[in-house]
């Protein structure tokens, strides 16, 4: 099913999501999460009914350098959780 992303300005995205399951998931589940100061920061919603998923998510698209406070810059941030999450994998 469909998936729609779009990105908004140089830092800032939006996606939208609906999707159908094989199997009944849940009756009827609602989440919404806003978080800030990490890496991809924004809000989202999320709908369960029967069989279906619907989500909407806006988000930043950088990564957030968390020792020194601040949104990472182009050419930083990305290499440290390749790293941290090729650890993970134990590559």
Do not use: V
């Not at 300005?9 to 094989?22: G, I, P, W």
């Not at 909407?56 to 990472?72: I, Q, S």
């Amino acid at each position: 099913m469909p998936c729609i992303y779009k990105k908004l300005t140089k830092n800032k995205s939006f996606e939208a999501q609906l999707s159908k399951f094989d199997d009944t998931t849940c009756f009827c589940r609602i989440l919404t999460e806003w978080t800030r100061k990490m890496s991809h920061a924004g809000c989202q919603l999320e709908i369960d009914i029967w069989k279906y998923h619907f989500g909407l998510r806006f988000y930043d698209c950088r990564h957030w350098n968390y020792e020194e406070g601040r949104w990472c810059t182009d050419d930083e941030g990305f290499e440290e959780e390749k790293d941290e999450f090729e650890d993970y994998l134990g590559i």
